[in-house]
């Protein structure tokens, strides 16, 4: 795996066990090496088991990890480093680098906020403090490598309305120059370019600076937004990634988790069909067989059995 010397180190807050939809995600600093790698504990089974499937090797020599269906036989290695800071105000909003090999590798964007990471979060630029800067898009922190997102967006606030700005990948050489566009006699200004996961995008093409095709503004409303406390990060959407588990702090609350998780059976399913306890009449049952040949040739062949027996 990488050796990443220059890697910067994980915010404190960041450490410790994080819970999603359908994983958990442990942080951790190696005392020794302090180095990290991503630890990965997938919700498999519709939650019905926990699948060790990223992890230091350091975990197995602790806690033996159980080979079946759900996993691969070795667990899978990571590593994980912060590439950069993504705002100058708020030392929670990274940019993480998740290294699978010499050559795979993805850039993912988060923010940590009260106990919640989040992956859809603009930065304010200081220079332009009505622009919000977006980000690549990913799907968070996966064991594999995934698709480069060809869009990212950013956005201006201008009191009560808001602009949705489309940035595409370009192969230009990254310029710190700005672009503009009028709307209704107002004019902006915003950046060129900007740099996300190791891609330039560019809102205008070429040496253009001149916005072409801007949406018609949305009524803002702050409501619908999370910010931080001095404005400088705007949270798109309100649903979290990842939150955090207060009470699972260290190795061993992540293994207490696992064996926990795992020691758990599914309950039976309900009956196909509800109970009952039918009124069944034998009298008249019998009555109705009574002139039946043949129920009186079967029932006659079972007592011939049962004397011949006898």
Sequence with gaps: MISNLFAQQLPEDFYGLWEGKDR?????KDQQSQREELVVLLKTYYGWYYDRVSEPVSYGEKLKRDRNTATTKEAIHVDISVNKKL??????AVEILLEYSNSQKNY??????QDKLYLD?????????IFYQGNINSRGLMISPQ???ENIAGFIIDKDKIFNIRYWKSDMLFSEDSANFNWDGQDYSLPKHIYSGDNNYSCVNGRAVKVRNIQAPQEFSQENYIFNSDKSIMILDKEAYLVKLLDYKSLEDYFNLIQEGNSRRKPEPPPLFPPDDPAWHWDIINQL????PLIQQVRQRQKDFANQKS
């Design 24 to 28: 958990f995600v442990f942080f951790e």
């Design 147 to 149: 698709a480069v997102d």
């Design 108 to 113: 993912i964007p988060i923010y940590l906020f």
């Design 87 to 92: 705002s100058e105000k708020d030392e929670n």
């Design 289 to 292: 067989q009574k002139d039946n």
């Design 121 to 129: 979060f603009y930065v304010q630029k200081p220079e332009n403090p």
